[in-house]
């Protein structure tokens, strides 16, 4: 069992535990080399695509989540319109693929795998949905912010192509700051606040796992 789920010596601000258990998986899981060499231009634009096609089965399973917990008590605090990827994902689709790009991207084993764990865990139990919807979205937010900027170099986007890392009307920084105040404000108990680790340290494997697939299919 996981050493966040062993010490209970001390109360501690959920946004704490969940720095703990980022850190605890970051240092078991190095830097994904799919991730490095896209950063630096070393693969071909169709890697940079597929990417964005398992991302966007993924935000499907958790935009419809948000949609499914809207009336939660808790998981509504984390529904955020502002977030939602899909729009810029499929304009970003549309501009590599053409318009046809729903019959060209097809979901990968580790992605359908991801999804599953989506629609099975984040539907029904706000722990398990919020555990998801930070995952994405702070990552997006945080290294997201430097991958879209490395990409942007990488191949030469202009206007287009990119927009999955924009975040119109949002400061980054800012956002990731209200997000982890409003995170400590939930009124969750110790064994809640542990379902929620143990499924955030699970969606960070599940991203992994996704990347190390990407990494086999493109090296």
Known sequence: ???????????TLLSDRLREINREESA?????????????GRLPLAAYAELLSQYWFIYESLELAASAMADDPVACRFV??????????????????????QSRITSLPATTTYCTRIRSAA??????YVAHH????????SGGQWLGQAVVEA????????RFFVFEGIDPPL???????????LP????????????????????MDLLAELWHNWS
């Open 175 to 185: 956002f990731r700051a209200r997000y982890r105040e409003r995170l400590n404000a």
């Open 123 to 128: 539907f029904g139990r706000a722990t398990e």
């Open 134 to 141: 930070c995952t994405r979205y702070l990552g997006d937010l």
């Open 155 to 162: 191949y030469g986007f202009r206007r287009e192509g990119f």
């Open 1 to 11: 069992m996981m050493s966040f789920l062993a010490d209970f010596s001390a109360p």
């Open 28 to 40: 078991g899981s190095p830097q994904s080399p799919f991730v490095t060499d896209l950063a630096s």
């Open 80 to 101: 955020y319109p502002e977030l939602f990827r899909l729009p810029a994902l499929e304009s970003d689709l549309r501009f590599l693929f053409g318009s046809r790009w």
């Open 188 to 207: 969750w108990a110790r064994r809640q606040q542990d379902a929620f680790l143990r499924e955030v340290a699970g969606a960070y494997r599940l991203n």
